[in-house]
């Protein structure tokens, strides 16, 4: 039984019943006391998954840092993929610091999902995130070596994602749309584990996973000679979208296209669709809180995150349990991440349009 398993029985076996948070010391113009508080990580996602093993990983190093000695504690609130437990975070959480929002999808469910979300993006104030790019493969039978050769593809591909909604299959999507590769997207796969299956089963000869699902599961695929990795999301440092340094013999999706179109294609407004993609996963977990905590609070606890994200016992901790280092951005580059999507998004609504119809429909 490999260690994922292991974190999702301990994970399963450990949920804890939110109950209501001790008010921290708010409004009060002083530095914030959190001695003998309680302070939760609010997960909107369900146990088990993915950010919810690494909030459990990380959990003991959190409460190592935090001010003063306070508990720290999780509350699941899954549904809508994440925005039930964003509305309620923006909506109804205590605003005295004492509830810290855990979030992976908050910057592209406000561009894809302005129905649904009942939330202003930019008020949310970052302290800090882990970045994690995504990983496009295809199956070894096609032939095909590097994504420069899918032009030259005879033959169709069959892509499989979970939904048309999925944000990290429309990296891959938008690269063989770009390209001109005849393919078909397949929706409705429950997981990252039933696309690798099908995989297998030659029902599917193309998809994409996470960073660590890739490490976990695909790299195996990889030295079996079963799959080939294509290309990668990406991180984005300085503003710039760059390889993930956990991957650099993996080329970004923009490499690809400016290799094989050239420097024109920025001009494109399905690449700049693209980059605003890559942008709104710069950070794939971040930790916020909502306008109305104090700064004082904001200010205490981002400095109490940046040395609980530099910490090496915690970054020792990850690495033997997601399966790479962690890459960190402090309080000050996650929200830098943040408001660049932001910004992108009231200066160029065509590219936001780009991706609101992948939403609605197959390629």
């Not at 530095?31 to 990580?41: L, N, R, V, Y």
């Not at 605003?95 to 993006?121: C, E, H, N, R, W």
């Not at 420097?263 to 109305?292: C, N, S």
């Amino acid at each position: 039984m490999n260690r994922l398993v292991h974190l999702l029985m301990a994970a399963m076996t450990c949920l804890i019943i939110f109950s209501a948070p001790v008010p921290l010391n708010a409004q009060t113009g002083k530095s914030p006391s959190f001695a003998g508080k309680t302070i939760t990580i609010l997960i909107p996602y369900s146990v088990g998954g993915a950010a919810d093993i690494m909030g459990r990983v990380m959990l003991p190093f959190m409460a190592k840092h935090f001010p003063g000695n306070s508990t720290v504690i999780i509350n699941n609130m899954p549904g809508g993929g994440g925005i039930v437990g964003q509305n309620w975070l923006y909506n109804v959480a205590p605003k005295d610091g004492s509830v810290i929002g855990q979030v992976s999808t908050l910057l592209i469910d406000a561009i894809l999902l302005p129905d649904k979300v009942k939330f202003d993006v930019d008020k949310f104030r970052w302290l800090g995130g882990v970045g994690e790019t995504t990983v496009a493969f295809i199956h070894a039978k096609l032939g095909v070596k590097t994504a420069e050769e899918l032009p030259r593809l005879g033959q169709k591909l069959f892509f499989g994602e979970s939904s048309l909604q999925s944000s990290r299959g429309m990296f891959t999507r938008l690269l063989l749309k770009m390209l001109g590769v005849n393919h078909k997207v397949i929706t409705g796969y429950g997981s990252s584990g039933d696309m690798r299956a099908a995989i297998r089963r030659g029902e599917l000869n193309i998809t994409v996973d996470s960073l660590s699902g890739y490490s976990q599961a695909v790299v195996p695929m990889v030295k079996e000679g079963l799959v080939v990795p294509l290309a990668q999301a990406g991180s984005v440092h300085e503003g710039k979208v760059i390889r993930d340094p956990r991957l650099p013999d993996v080329p970004t999706y923009t490499e690809i296209l400016i290799k094989l179109k050239g420097e024109a294609i920025r001009e494109k407004i399905e690449f700049r669709a693209l980059e605003l993609l890559v942008r709104t996963g710069g950070v794939q977990r971040g930790w916020v809180y909502v306008a109305g905590v104090p700064d004082e609070t904001f200010h205490a606890m981002a400095a109490a995150f940046e040395k609980f994200l530099n910490d090496p016992d915690m970054r020792k901790a990850f690495e033997k349990a997601i399966g790479f280092e962690p890459f960190v951005l402090n309080a000050v580059r996650a929200q830098q991440n943040a408001d660049s999507v932001v910004d992108v998004v009231k200066k160029d609504p065509g590219a936001v349009e780009v991706l609101k119809e992948l939403a609605r429909k197959a390629d």
